[in-house]
C-alpha cells in the first residue's frame, strides 16, 4: 500500500513539473507623470506601506504553507501540523483580503491613476481568494492522499502568483508615475 501511494505521489509530481502555465508579458501600460502636493504623496506611500505589510504578512503563511508542503512532496512524513498550518495559511489570505477591500484609494490621483490602483487593489483580493482556494486542494491532498488534487494546487497557486504579479505591476506603475 506504501508503495502505491508513494508511486502515485512521484507521478502526481512528476505532472506538476510537467505543467507550464507561462505566458508572454503583457506589454505594460505607460501613464504619464502624477503631479502631487508633498501631503498627497505621503497618502499615497500610506497606502503603499499598508498593502505592503497586509502582503507581507500574509506571505509568511503562505511561505511556511508551501515549505511544509514541499517537505511532504520529497517524501517526508505528513506533520501533525501540517492541517494547522495550512488553515492558518488560508485565513491569512482570506484577512489579507478582506483588509484589502477595506483600504480606501487615495482621493488625490487623477481618474486613469484611481483606476489602475483599484485595479490592482482588485487583483491582489482576488490573488488571495485564490490562494486561499489552492490551500482547500492541499488539505484535500492530506486528507485523501489524492495526487489529483495537487495538479489542482497547481493551477490554483499558479492562477495566485500571475494575479499577484499583475497587481503588483500595477501598483508600482502608479508609484513610478508619482515619483515615490
Known sequence: MKNIVLVALVIGVMALC???TEKAPAPQQQ???ITLSAADKEKLMAFQKEVLSIENLTDKAIQLALDELKSVLKGGEIS???PSIIDKAKSECL????SLAKKAIPEALPPEAR??????KTGLIAAYKTYAASFDAIRSFVTDKNPMTLLEYRK???EAQELLKGATEKLKQ????AGV
Open 18 to 20: 510537467g505543467c507550464s
Open 31 to 33: 501613464i504619464p507623470a
Open 80 to 82: 501533525i501540523n501540517l
Open 95 to 98: 484577512r489579507a483580503g478582506e
Open 115 to 120: 483606476k489602475i490602483l483599484d485595479d490592482a
Open 156 to 158: 490554483k497557486n499558479a
Open 174 to 177: 502608479i508609484m513610478t508615475a
